[in-house]
């Protein structure tokens, strides 16, 4: 990857991880050596701008989240990398998207300022 990555998120079922990357996108690597790129794969429709924004994964893998420097929450179909839903979580830089181990649908965001929010 040619772009510095502030975070990893490890697939919590395949052999996979991302890399949230300072070119706006999080790109799909392997997680078996030789660490590959899948160059067909990655998700964008996020800003990271030089923020240390995070991502993760649902608990079943379908779903994977990152914050946004434009404070927004993204949303991404791991399948087909499509943005599910991006919603306007703060006003801030929003640094972090963790999605609920147990419950569905539930996430807690936090961004630059210290401000955490849970959404249902």
């Not at 079922?13 to 990357?21: D, G």
């Not at 964008?44 to 989240?65: M, N, P, R």
């Not at 404070?71 to 991404?76: K, L, P």
Request: proline content about 5%; glycine content about 6%.
């Amino acid at each position: 990857e040619r772009y510095t990555c502030p975070s990893l998120a490890l697939h919590p079922l395949e052999e996979s991880f991302v890399a949230q990357t300072n070119g706006n996108y999080m790109a799909l690597f392997s997680s078996q050596i030789p660490y590959r790129m899948n160059k067909k794969r990655r998700f964008d429709g996020h800003k990271v701008e030089g923020y240390a924004v995070q991502c993760d994964f649902s608990l079943d893998g379908a779903i994977l989240a990152s914050g946004s420097s434009t404070g927004s929450a993204h949303f991404y179909d791991y399948q087909s990398t499509r943005v599910l839903h991006a919603i306007r979580a703060h006003s801030q830089p929003c640094l972090c998207v963790s999605q609920h181990p147990v419950l569905p649908a539930t996430a807690a965001t936090c961004d630059w300022a210290g401000e955490i929010k849970i959404w249902h």
